[in-house]
């Protein structure tokens, strides 16, 4: 496998993979005795600055998946965390000789690290989505609408119908009000009105086929109540307990 580099007349891009010791300026053929994950589409080899960065920020480790840190890195790069969390395994791993000397050149020299990761920042295309898909058809994947404010309230995300509906499974419908200390608890992580969360869950009684309610509800909240509910209302609860456990990261 051959792989090519940029015009080394961008000074700035010269700079950058420069600065990559495993990105020599000229043609290489890949060792193939390395392992090798499969590739996202997306993902560039200057990426593993911003991953090392964020590895290193207190406190210094892997990071949850859904951390926010890590989902504001995925939407800013259109790669699900999930990926990023196997990169940032891998960067911790060491897995390669390149990684490795990509670790001893930044990990220890926070400024040179910093001013890499600013550098790959202001570069055209990178991180900004409008030039880095210029002209290129891209639909946003579910896991990122997840975490984007919703359009009917936009102190809203899906990702908080998602913890809302695993605390629904958790309740009896009399206890799905205000004064209940797991309603409470749960507005209380998500920063949002208790109020709110009660009527989530009153929209899921009226999703619930198993209470048979058949009344109108009268709020902007209904549809987006409703897809979470066609994602996750009739699988296992054992599935989206899983699922929320996860998410509960990005509250902290």
Known sequence: ???????????????????????PLRVETINHQERIMPKHP??????????????????E????????????????????????????????????PRL??????????????AKG????????GLGNAEEFYNGVETQQDTWEQDFLPLAEDTSLKPVMLIMVLDLYFRLTPNTMVAE?????????????DVGKVVEIMEIYQVCDPYLNRSEIVLSPLVRPCQ???????????ETLAAVAAQMRNYFY
């Open 227 to 237: 897809k979470v509910w066609q994602r996750y209302g009739n699988d296992k609860p």
């Open 100 to 113: 490795e000397r990509l670790w001893k050149r930044y990990a220890n020299s926070p400024q040179r690290l």
């Open 1 to 23: 496998m051959t792989v090519f580099y940029a015009d080394s007349k961008n000074s700035s891009f010269f700079f950058l993979l420069s600065s990559f010791k495993f990105l």
């Open 61 to 96: 480790g892997l990071k949850p998946i859904y951390s926010r840190k890590m989902v504001e890195l995925g939407l800013e790069l259109h790669i699900e965390p999930q990926y990023l969390y196997d990169q940032m395994f891998r960067l911790r791993q060491l897995d390669t």
């Open 180 to 192: 209940t200390p797991e309603v409470q608890e749960l507005a209380k992580l998500m920063r949002i």
């Open 42 to 59: 997306r993902w560039q080899d200057e990426y593993w600055l911003l991953l090392m960065q964020l590895y290193l920020r207190k406190p």
């Open 117 to 124: 990761v600013k550098m790959l920042r202001t570069m055209k």
